[in-house]
């Protein structure tokens, strides 16, 4: 099985991905190679659990939350 998590990584971009249910990271390899560990954060909002990944906890709230309601 998989979850469904959002990842906001540098540059603005929102990507959806599905990892491993047992998995606590989300993993990504940029185009030279170098990699990039995103632990997976549960948010709430509306009532419902969203998980999501950040490059930063500087990411405003804001910013996550029309991440998960639009997926841009």
Request: glycine share 6%; aromatic share 6%; no cysteine.
């Amino acid at each position: 099985m998989s979850k469904k998590v959002i990842a906001l990584l540098p540059g603005d971009v929102v990507q959806k991905l599905d990892i491993p249910e047992d998995a606590n990271d989300a993993y990504f390899i940029g185009d030279n190679g170098s990699e990039l560990v995103l632990p997976v954060e549960t948010y709430v909002l509306d009532g419902k659990e969203h998980l999501f990944a950040r490059y930063s906890d500087t990411v405003p709230l804001e910013r996550i939350e029309q991440a998960i309601k639009t997926g841009k």
